[in-house]
């Protein structure tokens, strides 16, 4: 059973960063490209970075320069670094691979940016 538990989440002003880690069990993380997602108040979840099993990466233009993804396959986690948060970066946050095709979301982790 493919399991994904995301943290690192938490409340922080405009201009301070957050780490997130996602957990996979049930699925090795190598055989896969896999990404960050978001999901703001009101809207639809969208792709916010992802990273290839070679370690390409690719970035929403909104989070360009600012987040960085990574994955460590030996632990099966993917991680994001978010530098220099924006308000408009608020939202739950979820890991999943890309196309988005595991069978199961994990809870995400909250983030919450304050002006």
């Known amino acids: 059973q493919v399991q994904l538990v995301e943290s690192g989440g938490g409340l922080v002003q405009a201009g301070g960063s957050l780490r997130l880690s996602c957990a996979g069990s049930?699925?090795?993380?190598?055989?896969?490209?896999m990404g960050w997602y978001r999901q703001a108040p009101g809207k639809q979840r969208e792709l916010v970075a992802r990273?290839?099993?070679?370690?390409?990466?690719n970035y929403a233009d909104s989070v360009k320069g600012r987040f960085t993804i990574s994955r460590d396959n030996a632990k099966n986690t993917v991680n994001l670094q978010m530098n220099s948060l924006k308000p408009e970066d608020t939202g739950v946050y979820y890991c999943?691979?890309?196309?988005?095709?595991?069978?199961?979301w994990g809870q995400g982790t909250q983030v919450t940016v304050s002006s």
């Open positions: 999943n691979s890309f196309p988005a095709t595991l069978p199961s």
């Open positions: 990273i290839g099993s070679s370690g390409t990466t």
């Open positions: 049930g699925i090795f993380f190598s055989r896969y490209m």
